[in-house]
């Protein structure tokens, strides 16, 4: 094969082996566009964290991932198939946490599961059992009685009994207690996939110190775009904040420049990859950023 | 035993925090040859944090040469004998060499010289014998 047909085939059919990939997607509600050219990968097994401000695009991000909202231009592909046409195989490796799930509070939390359950071929009741046990769900309760971080955490199993290979999280443990979200993390870390290799995971949190403990990429949306895309290692080896009194002029590596209304100086998000750090006046401060610093230096 | 003090929200990945203080144990003493290291899945629940940054680890000191992977039992420290040794040794010479010059400007004896180096070395140990201390 030469190399002109593969990129053919990879912009028709998606790079094979990547168990997410968003190339140009964008989603508009009428006039408005609420993602805007958002292109991005994952091989399998990697773990995203999606941050954002409220309002950024994540959820819709999501769920345009999932296939529950059309692109107007672009294409979303979860292991290799066209979101808007997820076929039943990829469907069935699939597990979703909705930010506000729908769930039936006349049924027992173990009837729920079994619901549910059943669905997939590969379901056990058993496994189910151990997932609930781990995460301290009352089985026998009534839905509709479950407090918010119960009805969370029976989210979490209904995603996750059916030993998806990829799943998705929309903010899974805003109603969690430090407890519960330890649980949850380390539940993530023990998930048996169906494939029997690490599942591929996306978690969209505002817990960044949660965060910083499980991904191996982040994903910073502002505004419906791409912020900034890295792994978790480069971006805390790359990235820094820089506390000059003179903004250097515009250049690539220069992700963020902002003006401190107090003292007049400029802090600055700079990519050292790319920066050239001789553009700075000797008297400029430069250090390394943790994710919450980060966070705060992009959009503070 | 040997335990890690991992900061996720440091500025440092946490694969190098790992790296780095496995390393600082070996060459301090505090790991030997020999000792085992928990398993990959043991850290990651221990710490809450995500198996791949640990495996990340293991894999470098284990092409630094300072682990060894052991088929489903974790990982084994092993010391270099005999680089570890010369290196630290090297080390230690430049500061030998100045006291040797200063003892013999001072028309010190060698069996005094040795005697008070002997002093020294016993009263700078800090637990005598170079154990671990327990701490908060």
């Known amino acids: ?300 | 035993m040997f335990r890690l003090e991992l900061q996720p929200s440091s500025a440092t990945p946490l694969y190098r925090q790992i790296v780095e203080q496995v390393t600082r144990a070996v060459a301090a003493g505090a790991l030997h040859d020999g000792d085992d290291l928990p398993s990959v899945r043991a850290v990651a629940q221990d710490y809450v944090i995500n198996p791949m940054t640990v495996s990340k680890a293991y894999s470098l000191l284990e092409t630094q040469g300072l682990l060894e992977r052991r088929r489903g039992m974790g990982m084994r420290v092993r010391v270099p004998a005999t680089s570890g040794g010369t290196d630290r040794l090297a080390l230690l010479q430049p500061a030998l060499d100045h006291a040797a010059r200063v003892s013999r400007q001072l028309g010190i004896s060698a069996d005094d010289a040795l005697a008070a180096f002997q002093r020294t070395l016993a009263s700078s140990a800090p637990g005598g014998d170079g154990q671990e201390t327990p701490h908060e």
């Open chain 1, 1 to 300: 094969m030469n190399e002109a047909t593969s990129t053919v085939d990879q912009v028709a059919n998606g790079v094979p082996g990547l168990a997410v990939e968003a190339n140009h997607l964008c989603v508009r509600y009428g006039p408005v566009t609420v993602l805007d050219d958002i292109s991005f990968a994952l091989a399998p097994g990697s773990v995203l964290g999606l941050v954002g401000r409220n309002g950024a695009g994540k959820t819709t991000l999501l769920r345009a991932l999932l296939g529950l909202l059309p692109p107007a231009t672009g294409v979303a592909r979860l292991m290799g198939c066209d979101s808007r046409q997820l076929t039943d195989e990829v469907r069935v490796r699939l597990g979703y946490v909705a930010q506000s799930p729908e769930l039936y509070n006349w049924l027992k939390v173990r009837e729920q599961l079994a619901l549910f359950g059943q669905l997939y071929p590969s379901w056990s009741e058993r496994h189910t059992q151990e997932l609930s046990a781990r995460l301290d769900l009352p089985e026998d309760m009534r839905v509709g009685k479950l407090s918010p971080g119960e009805r969370q955490r029976l989210a979490i199993v209904l995603a996750m009994q059916h030993r998806p290979d990829l799943l998705i999280f929309d903010e899974p443990v805003a109603s969690l207690d430090p407890i519960g979200r330890r649980d949850f993390l380390r539940l993530l870390f023990e998930h048996e996939t169906l494939s029997q290799s690490s599942a591929t995971t996306i978690i969209s949190s505002h817990l960044l110190e949660d965060l910083e403990r499980v991904v191996t990429h982040l994903l910073f949306l502002d505004a419906g775009r791409v912020q900034l895309f890295g792994t978790r290692d480069e971006l805390a080896e790359h990235m820094r904040e820089v506390i000059t009194p003179v903004l250097p002029a515009s250049q690539p590596g220069l992700l963020r420049s902002k003006r401190d209304a107090e003292d007049g100086t400029w802090r600055l998000v700079v990519d050292e990859r790319s920066f050239d750090v001789k553009a700075l006046p000797p008297t400029a401060m430069r250090r390394s950023l943790g994710l919450s610093d980060l966070f705060v230096a992009l959009n503070g």
